[in-house]
């Protein structure tokens, strides 16, 4: 987008955040976040001595400080969140914009859609429009040219989840299966998370690879483009789908 490019020409990292991660988003975040503890307040017997009855409501500012403070833990591994508050020499760090007992507060509250009226017969419920939201933004600040490549990737997860995948050849090998469509260089244009083998049902086309291509392609194609996969993906099938909507396949097999 040559527009983005010469308004972000000397842009920080956080204005490229925020281009991905936008204001609206956050003020989602907040406003669910706010709901859920509201809701938490008045439906539980609460103990006297519950953090929860400190809680008071959060905002865009805070909300950005605390993912902030999730970023920086994923750059600096330490074994458990408490000790990023830690007065130690050997964990000391510069946690001092939020405290301990706020951030876990957060973390426990966090929340991205109003669960009384959510569809529950959708395993991502619980994410709301979030990862339609920010596929949104990257698609606004990247267009794909010509070659599109569709592959699946793996975030690492280990606790207790009905669609937790083991791939073996994966440096993480438990975790959450994501197909992702990818134009140069790495960068991410749609995503589709793999909810289990029941959910397959939905798909309209035979095959699930052929059907996961041709969800995630669906506004890229019918314009010459070339769609790149590996051998999960690569099918006749496949093949004939995309040349009857004017796209090309290079697979392996």
């Known amino acids: ?27 989602k975040i907040v406003t669910e976040t ?33 993912f902030g403070i999730l970023i920086w833990t994923g750059l600096v591994s330490l074994p458990s969140y408490h000790l990023y508050w830690s007065t130690s020499n050997i964990f000391q760090t510069q946690f001092g914009i939020m405290s301990r007992n706020r951030f876990e507060s957060l973390m426990k509250m966090l929340h991205f859609s109003d669960n009384t009226c959510a569809d529950t017969s959708n395993r991502l419920y619980k994410l709301g429009t979030l990862i339609d939201d920010i596929m949104m933004n990257s ?18 997860f280990m606790s ?38 029941e959910v397959d049902n939905m798909l309209n086309v035979g095959n699930v690879g052929s059907s996961v291509v041709m969800e995630l392609a669906e506004p890229y194609l019918d314009n010459g483009r070339t769609v790149y996969v590996d051998n999960w993906y690569s099918s006749v099938e496949l093949a004939e789908l995309l040349q009857a909507r004017n796209t090309y396949l290079v697979g392996t097999l």
């Not at 307040?41 to 001595?49: G, Q, V």
């Not at 791939?167 to 469509?181: A, V």
């Not at 134009?183 to 289990?196: D, K, L, N, P, W």
Request: proline letters at 3%; aromatic letters at 12%; hydrophobic letters at 35%.
């Open 160 to 197: 207790r989840l009905a669609f937790k995948q083991y791939i073996q050849n994966k440096r993480d090998r438990f975790g959450i299966k994501e197909f992702k469509l990818c134009i140069s260089f790495c960068y991410t244009i749609a995503m589709r998370v793999y909810c289990g083998k």
């Open 1 to 27: 987008n040559p527009d983005l490019i010469e308004t972000l020409q000397n842009g920080t990292p956080l204005d490229f955040f925020q281009c991905i991660v936008s204001n609206d988003i956050i003020h």
């Open 34 to 66: 706010n709901r859920y503890a509201g809701q938490q307040l008045r439906s539980k017997t609460i103990s006297p001595h519950a953090r929860i009855n400190k809680w008071y409501d959060t905002n865009e500012l805070e909300m950005k400080q605390f």
């Open 139 to 156: 698609n606004l600040c990247m267009q794909p040219k010509q070659n599109l490549c569709i592959d699946e990737s793996i975030v690492k």
